[in-house]
């Protein structure tokens, strides 16, 4: 079995001299939770310039979806690279970009023809569908959620409500965006249950916010992840979207999903709103989509993409390679990924799901997939959140060569790549259950 392997300190002298020449250079605006200098990356594996080999279940992100450079994807994308670097779609045609939304326009859930806008990341996904649904409606209010991120460019953060830190001294922002409670069954808003409560988030939103503050018929869009992802990777109950799109139609307000987290096979479908057997009439990708090259694609009904020339552009949106990158990792997941990911994220949740019972500061374990969220609490019975816990077992876990990530306040975050095996899955329960166990012994 292959294990993580920590040979020096971390950061090891290499990364050590490589991070202060970043602190000298580098943007202090990234959050960096700990000291991982990557050098190189296989499959699920991380190494450092020092020779220390890592776990990485969290896939960059949740983007190398294919793993760290997948032999197919590095062909396909050499391939490309010897043809054509750029020539950009704004202005001209090419291949790889026009295979690739033939490709996501078939793939897109339900009968009607689409339409693929690119551009280089999840935020510009975002901030086009924003920007059509305004273009197609013509009305001025949008519908988005607390917990959620859409991306930070000005647009995508109007409706990003994920952390203060995100919107300080960035105002105002875009007007007319109402937030509002997302199904959250662990921690209710409106302290129901499910599913006694009907639904009761959907249901306020038509006979509260249509009936008080919010015209319906000046709404263009809700704006939704279908597992809410940087939030807390919360999955809604399974009425809740059928119920909430059902109330957009109704008004002509525009269902947006935002699949940049939770779309290109992550949960064991190709689209997470397939879970819930809702057709979006837009939907938000990148992340996962090209293995980790930057990509962004927004996917609208033909019949609503129908913006006129030089309404929306970028310079290098939809890069040839990128594109091509791509459609080998759609192959990919057609080819068995998205299988695995929903057989060993069943596997990964039912080895949490008996953790759990030992283990009281496991308060929820969530998920779909392999985006899997295991949200960490004082005692099961109060639920009071335990950020310090998390964040300390974090440290904890890269020290061991086991590299995590959190969500949410308390949550921590699983997202690794679709290839993982079951046995990569053992060792990071492992290194998980040894942690939990000391932060939870150490800080009473
Ligand atoms: N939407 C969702 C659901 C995301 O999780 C993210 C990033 O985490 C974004 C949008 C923004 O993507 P990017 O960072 O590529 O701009």
Sequence with gaps: MKLPDIKTQLPGPRAAALIAVDQAHVSPSYTRDYPLVAEKGEGLWIH???????????????????????????????????????????????TPQIELARKLARLAPGEGSKKVYFGNSGAEAVEAAFKLARWFTKRELNIAFFGAFHGRTMGALSLTASKVIQKKHYNPLIPGITHIPYAYCYRCPYHVSYPECDI????????????????????????????????GYIVPPPEFHVRLHQVAKKY??????????????????MFAMEHFGVEPDIMALAKGIASGMPLGAMVAKADIMVWEAGSHASTFGGNPVSCSAAMATIELLEAGLMKNAEIQGNYMMTRLREMQKTMECIGDVRGKGLMIGVELVKDRESRKRAPLWRNALIQKAFRKGLLLLGCGENTIRFCPALTVSTEEIEVCLTIFGECLKEVVNEKP
């Design 48 to 94: 450092d310039p020092d020779g220390n080999v890592f776990l990485d279940f969290t896939a960059g992100i949740a983007v190398c979806a294919t793993g760290h450079c997948h032999p197919k994807v590095v062909k396909a994308i050499k391939h490309q690279a010897d043809r054509l670097l750029h020539m950009s779609g704004t202005d001209f045609y090419y």
């Design 252 to 269: 002509g307000i525009l269902y947006v999903a935002d699949e940049v987290q939770a779309g290109m096979g992550r949960t064991g479908k």
């Design 200 to 231: 009761e988030c959907v249901r306020w939103v038509e006979d509260g916010l249509f009936r008080t503050t919010m015209p319906p018929e000046e709404v263009a869009a809700i704006f939704v992840e279908p597992i809410q992802g940087e939030g």
